[in-house]
């Protein structure tokens, strides 16, 4: 399995405009998770999704953030507006029970 | 809610042992794991303990369990420069969510 994959691996863009992060969970898994990587906040949970739907959203930041998950082979995470504090390394991850296998994550930046 | 707790730094000289400790509020957590993230990488499951066990040696890593004081440890056997990186600790609940804790950032110097 080519484990999870995150497009694209990096994201320059400028203030205001729209971000889209992509996912794909390896196959077979039921759960999948965002989450999102800073020196100061460390390592949060955005969202994560069990069959497809969205279970806990409360670490979402904002309404600028929104993320879907159309079927169980991918899911997205928009940001719309982006603003420079956004500016981070977001992963994903999918796991089957209990292992959890994370994507090689995007490093946004918002400049 | 749950909480993951680790100290945030642990300077090892190579060779020696490493101990990265972790503690944990959730007594029903099912399994308890460790992972690993390299510079720019993301984060690779490295061992997990499930509740029940107290104890799992796989090659240089030994993970202790003391679900009393809700206690886990992973020992580094043999530390080498090729294990600096930031281990986290996570507990997940059986089908919930995974928590992580912060992260304890392990400098090996030669």
């Known amino acids: 399995d080519a484990g999870v994959i995150q497009s694209p691996r990096h994201e320059v863009t400028e203030m205001g405009q729209e971000v889209t992060l992509r996912c794909k969970p390896i196959s077979g898994h039921n759960s999948l998770f965002w989450y999102r990587q800073t020196m100061m906040r460390g390592l949060e949970l955005l969202i994560y999704f069990n069959n497809n739907v969205p279970i806990d959203d409360s670490g979402m930041p904002e309404d600028r953030f929104s993320a879907k998950m159309p079927n169980a082979s991918f899911s997205t995470l928009k940001i719309q507006p982006s603003e420079p504090r956004d500016s981070a390394v977001y992963f994903c991850?999918?796991?089957?029970?209990?292992?959890?296998?994370f994507g090689p994550g995007t490093r946004l930046t918002v400049l | 809610g749950e909480d993951v707790e680790q100290s945030l730094f642990l300077s090892v000289r190579e060779g020696d042992s490493s101990v990265i400790n972790c503690t944990y509020t959730d007594s029903s957590s099912t399994y308890l794991y460790w992972y690993k993230q390299e510079p720019g990488a993301g984060l690779q499951l490295l061992t997990y303990?499930?509740?029940?066990?107290d104890m799992k040696q796989d090659q240089r890593l030994t993970v202790l369990l003391n679900k009393k004081d809700k206690h886990l440890s992973l020992r580094i056997a043999d530390t080498q420069t090729g294990d600096s990186a930031i281990y986290f600790c996570a507990e997940n609940n059986y089908g919930q969510n995974f928590v992580f804790g912060p992260g304890t950032r392990l400098s090996v110097l030669p």
């Open positions: 303990i499930f509740s029940n066990m």
């Open positions: 991850a999918s796991s089957l029970f209990r292992e959890q296998f």
